[in-house]
Each structure stands twice: as C-alpha cells, then as structure tokens.
C-alpha cells in the first residue's frame, strides 16, 4: 500500500473552471451546462484549473491528500485524456460524473508494481464534487502487474478512496471509505500521451482501464454523514499509463 498511499489523491482526480470557484457554491442539484458522453478541456480551461487547485491546496494546509488529487487530476487531463461520463451510484452528488484514469508502472531491481487511480468529476464550469479510488499490486517479476481486486478502506489490502466536496473559499469536505471493494485492470498501452514530454525515466501512453467499486464511508470531516460510491458494473476509462524505468 505504500506507493498507493504516495500517489493518491490516492488520482488525477482537477478541480473546475470555475472552482474559483464553484468556491461560491457547492450544491448538488446544479445541473451541467453541456451533459454529453465525453470532457476535454481547452487550454483556458485547464488555466483555471491550476489556479482553483492552488485555491483549494492554500485553504487546506498541510493536506497532503489534496495536493496529490489536483496536481494528479491536473496531469491527466493536461496529457491529453478525455474524460468519459459513468454512472456512478452515489449520495454525495445527484448532477453527471465524468472518470478519467492514472495508471502508474513501475520497475526495479528487485520486482515491479503498480497503481491505479480515478477520479470522477462533475462538470467542470460548475465543479463542486470528487469522487477518487485507488488500487495497488505488486510482483517480484520485472513486468509490472496489469489487474488487482480486493478490499480497501481500514482494513484493505489494496487500495483507498476518497469523496470530496467543496465549499465557500476552497474549503473542502472529504470522506474515507472505511469498507468497499475495487477492481482495476489495464489494457496494452496505446499510443504516446499527446501533451506529455518523456523523459529518460518517464514516459506516458494512453491505455483503457476497466474499473469497478463499490466504497463506503461512515462519516465525514466536520461531522459530515456517511456518503457512499459504487461503479457496478466494469466499466472503461480513459486513462494515462506512466511507466517509470531505473
């Protein structure tokens, strides 16, 4: 779980055009303004993004988890990604949710693992809820795993979640499954990601990732109630394959 734990929100993952905000308003039964199968942002866009996501990270200080969330999400859909809209089944939102994917590989020496993050969003002009799972494998092979199922939350034995809503000024309510089950597994990685420059140690391709969850959180932060997400059926997402080499 530890390379779980660094890369989650552990995603990703992002936080809305006018997350500077939605900032102003975070209640559900907004609708988005264009509700269609598929999200990409432009470049004015994603301008906003890093801007909300710096709001957001200096409103929570010390919040180690949400930093990871926007710089992942930030990442993701800055490589060219599109998010796909799913339907997901949730008490933290009743607006569309849209899933985009972070699939990271790695190899050393001594074996190979991997992680694997989504993050669902709703739409980004008026963005006030998150939705993140996460899973982990390893191997003592050098071909980094490409599946895992099993339990997270407490108890888990393969990844985390978490659900997140936004209030007035970046502040933020989150929720940590404490019970759920994940499954992720990957496709062949496709072509190279379009807005990603490789490095040595670090390239990037686009993949599908198939997905389902079902999590569970008791409470939340500030006395909040129990919220819960659940994916049922397999699903693919778009994703970005990171695969880092020694």
């Known amino acids: 779980m530890n390379r779980s734990s660094l890369k989650r929100s552990p995603l990703a993952l992002l936080l809305g055009a006018s997350f500077a905000l939605t900032a102003c308003s975070s209640t559900d039964s907004t609708t988005p303004t264009t509700p269609s199968d598929k999200l990409q942002l432009g470049a004015a866009q994603l301008h906003s993004l890093d801007s909300s996501g710096t709001v957001i990270v200096q409103a929570n200080p010390g919040n180690a988890d949400l930093k990871s969330l926007v710089d992942s999400s930030l990442m993701v859909l800055t490589a060219g990604v599109e998010a796909k809209r799913v339907n997901i089944s949730t008490d933290l939102t009743t607006v569309p949710l849209y899933m985009i994917g972070i699939h990271r590989a790695f190899t050393t020496a001594t074996?190979?693992?991997?992680?694997?993050?989504?993050?669902?969003?709703?739409?980004?002009?008026?963005?006030?809820?998150?939705?993140?799972?996460?899973?982990?494998?390893?191997?003592?092979?050098?071909?980094?795993?490409?599946?895992?199922?099993?339990?997270?939350?407490?108890?888990?034995n393969i990844g985390n979640g978490m659900l997140l809503r936004v209030g007035n000024g970046g502040a933020v309510t989150q929720w940590r499954p404490n019970t759920g089950t994940a499954s992720f597994s990957s496709d062949a990685a496709g072509a190279a990601c379009p807005g990603f420059t490789p490095t040595p140690k670090v390239t990037c391709a686009l993949e599908t990732m198939h997905v389902h969850f079902a999590v569970t959180a008791a409470s939340g932060t500030g006395g909040a109630g129990a919220r819960q997400a659940s994916l049922s059926t397999d699903t693919d997402v778009p994703a970005m394959r990171l695969t880092y080499t020694p």
Do not use: C, M, R, Y
């Open 111 to 156: 074996g190979s693992s991997s992680t694997w993050t989504v993050v669902a969003i709703d739409d980004p002009n008026k963005l006030a809820n998150l939705i993140e799972v996460g899973g982990f494998a390893q191997s003592t092979g050098s071909t980094p795993p490409s599946s895992v199922t099993g339990t997270i939350g407490n108890a888990g």
